[in-house]
T-cell receptor
Framework: DGGITQSPKYLFRKEGQNVTLSCEQNLNHDAMYWYRQDPGQGLRLIYYSQIVNDFQKGDIAEGYSVSREKKESFPLTVTSAQKNPTAFYLC?????????????FGQGTRLTVV | DAKTTQPNSMESNEEEPVHLPCNHSTISGTDYIHWYRQLPSQGPEYVIHGLTSNVNNRMASLAIAEDRKSSTLILHRATLRDAAVYYCILRDDSNYQLIWGAGTKLIIKP
């Protein structure tokens, strides 16, 4: 079945450590996105990518980094510079960035800083 | 960027229709209206989207006001599995941000 796979589902990190969240899609989509969701809130865009080897900052990119070396993969690294990283992270993809395309989401990774 | 306004929560009885409203008074002519829903601790799920005309699919219907400043998501016969947070968002070819508000929490009573 086609879809988006995020791993791990739960992740614990010590303060000062970098962690990488995985996102893989087999939908052959060009566009991929990373969002952050805090309790009771909507989604906020961290980074997005329209095509391989290209990505753009979203609303809250500080303390995060991404890469897009393959069409199907868009990993997110949460660096030690992110002051409040505990959150629910969601990866999504769509066939393009055009407004009439639907986005498909993974099941999310819940990151907790201990 | 255009934003949307939704009620914080709504309640409905099982097997009855549900009408979820969304206001977007600053919508631009190229904005598509999208609806997603999210269950606790899961990723959002696409429901429906439209531009000007009303839209129907197997999950729901979308009614768009003639001036496009508001829209309504219609679930024709709610089930307990429809209990979720419903998000109304706007997206056009240049608005990659997909601004998300807090959505409407739909509670279905058996």
């Amino acid at each position: 079945d086609g879809g988006i796979t995020q791993s791990p589902k739960y992740l614990f990190r010590k303060e000062g450590q970098n962690v990488t969240l995985s996102c893989e899609q087999n939908l052959n989509h060009d566009a991929m996105y990373w969002y952050r969701q805090d309790p009771g809130q909507g989604l906020r865009l961290i980074y997005y990518s329209q095509i391989v080897n290209d990505f753009q900052k979203g609303d809250i990119a500080e303390g995060y980094s991404v890469s897009r070396e393959k069409k199907e993969s868009f990993p997110l690294t949460v660096t030690s510079a992110q002051k409040n990283p505990t959150a629910f992270y969601l990866c999504a993809s769509s066939s393009s960035l055009r407004g009439n395309t639907e986005a498909f989401f993974g099941q999310g990774t819940r990151l907790t800083v201990v | 960027d255009a934003k949307t306004t939704q009620p914080n929560s709504m309640e409905s009885n099982e097997e009855e229709p549900v009408h979820l409203p969304c206001n977007h008074s600053t919508i631009s002519g190229t904005d598509y209206i999208h609806w997603y829903r999210q269950l606790p601790s899961q990723g959002p799920e696409y429901v429906i989207h439209g531009l000007t005309s009303n839209v129907n699919n197997r999950m729901a219907s979308l009614a768009i006001a003639e001036d496009r400043k508001s829209s309504t998501l219609i679930l024709h016969r709610a089930t307990l599995r429809d209990a979720a947070v419903y998000y109304c968002i706007l997206r056009d070819d240049s608005n990659y941000q997909l601004i998300w508000g807090a959505g409407t929490k739909l509670i279905i009573k058996p």
